[in-house]
């Protein structure tokens, strides 16, 4: 069995500023995937970025970038130059490598963008 | 492309009744599809896994015979609520996963179908 724990409910940041919201994980699978998924208030689930548990390099996406610590088992978003679009929950997820399976998700992260 | 659309988006029934929501994979095959839950300022959980022509997988905890899930092709799955009740409330949400994609197999999600029981 899979979880994922997010320990921040909400968080809050200026316009332009940088934001990260953590996220831990736990798994016996030695092959698994780990996700950070958006939804905005129209609750459309949009992937945001994905990273392969191989992989040991982090990955990114334009502004979007995680800080993956596998021995650690944490699994961190980074946001910089936050822009008003980016307020929304923020899901932290995991399923294992086949692909079978369904997403396990954290409680979310309700991001807060201040103008 | 991989867009899965949902319908209803939005369905209010009367306690007992029965209602069916369909997940449609428009641009792809889909051969799984997934349901999720999620109530209120909350998080998604996953109901269960449907495969095309077989029998779902239900998460610990979901009644199978409340839950009814039927994939019957590969860009269709629906989820008939059974004898629906209040508690029954939420925003269902679906997946799918396409053919032939390898590992990466990402899940595509719906824009959901919130279900009010009165």
């Known amino acids: 069995a899979q979880t994922v724990t997010q320990s921040q409910p909400e968080m809050s940041v200026q316009e332009a500023e940088t934001v990260t919201l953590s996220c831990t994980y736990d798994?016996?699978?030695?092959?698994?995937?780990l996700f950070w998924y958006k939804q905005p208030p129209s609750r459309q689930m949009i992937l945001v970025i994905r990273q392969e548990a191989y992989k040991q390099q982090n990955a990114t996406e334009n502004r979007f970038s995680v800080n993956f610590q596998k021995a650690a088992k944490s699994f961190s978003l980074k946001i910089s130059d936050s822009q008003l679009g980016d307020a929304a929950m923020y899901f932290c997820?995991?399923?294992?490598?086949?692909?079978?399976?369904?997403?396990?998700f954290g409680k979310g992260t309700h991001l807060i963008i201040q103008p | 492309g991989a867009v899965v659309s949902q319908h209803p988006s939005r369905v209010i029934c009367k306690s007992g009744t029965s209602v069916k929501i369909e997940c449609r994979s428009l641009d792809f095959q889909a051969t799984t599809m997934f349901w999720y839950r999620q109530f209120p300022k909350q998080s998604l959980m996953l109901m269960a896994t449907?495969?095309?022509?077989?029998?779902?997988?239900?998460e610990q905890g979901v009644e199978k015979d409340k839950f009814l899930i039927n994939h019957a092709s590969l860009t269709l799955s629906t989820l008939t609520v059974t004898s629906a009740h209040p508690e029954d409330s939420s925003f269902y949400i679906c997946?799918?996963?396409?053919?032939?994609?390898?590992?990466?197999?990402?899940?595509?999600f719906g824009p959901g179908t919130r279900l009010t029981v009165l």
């Open positions: 997946s799918a996963r396409g053919m032939g994609q390898g590992r990466r197999n990402e899940q595509f």
């Open positions: 798994t016996s699978e030695s092959d698994y995937y």
């Open positions: 449907s495969n095309e022509g077989s029998k779902a997988t239900y």
């Open positions: 997820a995991s399923r294992t490598g086949g692909g079978a399976d369904g997403l396990t």
